[in-house]
T-cell receptor
């Protein structure tokens, strides 16, 4: 899987939008961009994924650049419960490495009052 | 059940003891993954099953680690002769995909293993 690069930590005020960047300059054509988050003492939770178009669901929005070399996860109105480690992952679910969701270090997002 | 269930939630083992960690995936999910997460690190892939077939075990750190899924549902991760470096959270995930379409993997709460 392609390697992704994320800032180690970010802060956000409650009620404001949190924009989490991710660089994946070596992403291959079949790989999707996935975002997971992990709240303390819990397993990773799926947030959103996309291939090349922007995506939105009830949790977040995903913006992928046209060249697909970077993406941004947007939490539109962050709450204290959004404090977690956020992982950006490139995954080809249909490829030979279909089992390997490869996690990096992620971004520790801290939402403060 | 509604989600992936792992048991026990916590396990303390004496060095040299054998342990078995259980994972109940979401009913009907074809794919099952095991991950190891050391303190302060991201999860590291251990092994992958598609139904009862173990298709990838490249992440298992040594031959002391063994995983099985005999009937294509419940899976067990066994660690023989535990060492202190085995202390970690062991995560199980399942997915409905056979790996052919974009999909999501659902994770359990994990089993925290502490070897003393």
């Amino acid at each position: 899987d392609a390697k992704t690069t994320q800032p180690p930590s970010m802060d956000c005020a409650e009620g404001r939008a949190a924009n989490l960047p991710c660089n994946h300059s070596t992403i291959s054509g079949n790989e999707y961009v996935y975002w997971y988050r992990q709240i303390h003492s819990q397993g990773p939770q799926y947030i959103i994924h996309g291939l090349k178009n922007n995506e939105t669901n009830e949790m977040a929005s995903l913006i992928i650049t046209e060249d697909r070399k970077s993406s941004t996860l947007i939490l539109p109105h962050a709450t204290l419960r959004d404090t977690a480690v956020y992982y950006c992952i490139n995954w080809d679910a249909g490829g030979t490495s279909y089992g390997k969701l490869t996690f990096g270090q992620g971004t520790i997002l801290t939402v403060h009052p | 059940g509604a989600g992936v269930s792992q048991s026990p939630r916590y396990k303390v083992a004496k060095r040299g003891q054998d342990v078995a960690l259980r994972c109940d995936p979401i009913s009907g999910h074809v794919s099952l993954f095991w991950y190891q997460q050391a303190l302060g690190q991201g999860p590291e892939f251990l092994t992958y099953f598609q139904n009862e077939a173990q298709l990838d075990k490249s992440g298992l750190p040594s031959d002391r680690f063994f995983a099985e899924r005999p009937e294509g549902s419940v899976s067990t991760l066994k660690i023989q002769r535990t060492q202190q470096e085995d202390s970690a959270v062991y995560l199980c995930a399942s997915s409905s995909s056979r790996g052919r379409v974009n999909t999501e993997a659902f994770f359990g709460q994990g089993t925290r293993l502490t070897v003393v």
